[in-house]
């Protein structure tokens, strides 16, 4: 594999392309022309123009993009995440064309893109389910039934939903008819598929995810567990690996878990396994993302190991070097997603011009980002800036190391999440490890953040302090293999 097309946009762009240069494998880009001037585009070796700014007419042209492939001798396309990544025909239409797909393959992108024939390929594995029905139902009054029979408060889930979209949660009988509705209705308008299932509602849930590894010699790796219970709008905001309330047991027994889902669908490259836990910890299996995950970096600095690398390899054939009890968990990592959004104002994009943009810098700090000052944020694309990633020995210290990374990341010109992501790691509730998927509504108002602002002086005296104790920690950020993130070079 000596050319790869990076079939994305912006940060993981950059990020794969570091990688692959790395390992000495050209690189290709596509744009839109809304991305002609981007960092990723002056990044690659070679790049070329698919279209027009929105993503019907540029990222998702599948069959332009692998026209570009093939004109260019290209041996792999990686999709990076969003857009085209999760599509079973585009991963059958580039192996068609006698491309790798850096990815799964077409069988387990199709299954497990169905949380319903997920469900049903996991079974023989006896992997913990949500009490509930494992098959679509449109019949209103079977359904609410089965919601009777099981107990309120119920989830409807669109079958092929992701991001929130098509999911009511209903507390009582009398709401339930018309959000099923709701639920078919926007499922068939964001999906083009309205099948819906019902199960128990999961009160004060967290959000547990495990990274599997396969290759196609029939290893099965986990790379232990992200924590992604801070979300807004059913998406994730701030993740953590790993957790603060797992026991190695349980660690354990949800990594094997995690390996059996892959087994199951004859996964290869890299996935995550996600899971939901209740109060008590018991946990069941919410769905597998077949691709690269936006958190990925939060596990590569706590395992030392470059996750977009071994997919490469895994696409070229070769057997995982790395065994399971080669794996260990050294130290803490969390990420704040640095997203074009008002918090104040129900975390609305934020589109505009960077009119100041400054880095972090530092060590245990990693910024994953794909814009410059200057630049606009488009309106045609996730409003996503960057990923703001701190290591630490503990999770106090990678904690602290966030507050001081995004005192440092200076963004004017458009709202951030920034103010949001210090706000979650000052309270109490994140850093004692206490908190669900609900911490935004019972905790996050515009009016505390405002409150949280005006301590602003006594935050930074407490940053200097821990400044100061940090070179007591002699905190070391694990190495990344052979292509170390730190020492990459920036474009």
């Known amino acids: 594999m000596k050319k790869i097309l990076v079939a994305n946009r912006g940060e993981i762009t950059l990020r794969i392309m570091r990688t692959a240069r790395s390992m000495g494998i050209r690189t290709v880009a596509v744009y839109s022309e809304a991305d002609r001037h981007a960092p990723h585009v ?50 059958q239409a580039v192996t068609d064309a006698g491309i790798k797909f850096i990815g799964p393959g077409p069988k387990a992108i199709e299954v497990m893109g169905s949380k319903l024939a997920a469900k049903d390929a996991v079974k023989k594995y006896d992997i913990p389910m949500v009490p509930g029905l494992d098959h679509a139902i449109t019949d209103i009054g079977e359904a609410k039934k089965v919601a009777e029979d099981i107990g309120f408060p119920v989830l409807i889930k669109a079958s092929a939903g992701g991001g929130g979209k098509g999911m009511r949660i209903v507390e009582d009988p009398e709401a339930f008819e018309d959000q099923m509705k ?61 957790s603060a309330i797992l026991t190695p047991e349980l660690r354990e027994k949800m990594g094997q878990d995690a390996v059996n889902v892959a087994r199951s669908c004859d996964y290869t490259g890299a996935g995550t396994v996600e899971f939901l836990m209740d109060a008590d910890h018991n946990y069941y299996f919410l769905e597998m ?14 395992t030392g190991v470059d996750l977009v690398e071994q997919q490469i390899l895994i696409a070229r054939g070769e057997e995982l070097s ?49 814009y410059e000052e200057g630049m606009d944020i488009p309106i045609y694309y996730d409003p996503m800036i960057a990923k703001l990633v701190t290591y630490g020995a503990n999770r106090d210290a990678a904690i602290r190391r ?90």
């Open 42 to 91: 002056r990044y690659a070796d070679e790049a070329v123009c698919i279209g027009p700014p929105p993503s019907s007419q540029s990222y998702l042209m599948g069959d332009k993009i692998i026209e570009v492939a093939k004109q260019l001798n290209v041996d792999g396309i990686h999709p990076g995440y969003g857009f085209l990544s999760e599509n079973a025909k585009f991963a």
């Open 289 to 302: 993302n077949t691709r690269l995950q936006v958190e990925h970096p939060v596990t590569e600095l706590i």
């Open 182 to 242: 709701r639920a078919i209705s926007e499922a068939t308008s964001a999906f083009g598929d309205g099948s819906v299932f019902v199960e128990k509602y999961v009160t004060s849930p967290r959000h547990i995810e495990i990274q599997v590894l396969a290759d196609e010699h029939g290893n099965y790796l986990h790379f232990f567990e992200r924590e992604c219970s801070i979300q807004r709008r059913h998406q994730k905001v701030v993740e953590e690996a790993p």
């Open 402 to 491: 966030m507050l001081e990374a995004i005192e440092m990341y200076e963004i004017e010109g458009v709202e951030t999440t920034l103010p949001f992501g210090k706000f979650v790691c000052e309270h109490e509730s994140f850093t004692s490890g206490n908190f669900d998927t609900h911490f935004v509504q019972q905790y996050f108002t515009p009016e505390a953040l405002e409150e949280g602002n005006r301590g602003g002086a006594e935050v930074a005296a407490r940053l200097a302090i821990h400044l100061f104790e940090e070179n007591e920690l002699k905190l070391n950020v694990p190495k990344v293999g052979d292509s170390d993130w730190q020492k990459r070079e920036r474009w």
């Open 322 to 370: 790395i065994k399971q009890e080669d794996l260990s968990i050294k130290g803490h990592a969390v990420e704040l997603r640095v997203y074009a959004e008002d918090p104040t104002d129900n975390f609305l994009p934020s589109v505009g011009k960077l009119e100041r943009y400054v880095r972090p810098e530092g060590k245990n700090i990693r910024l994953d980002d794909g």
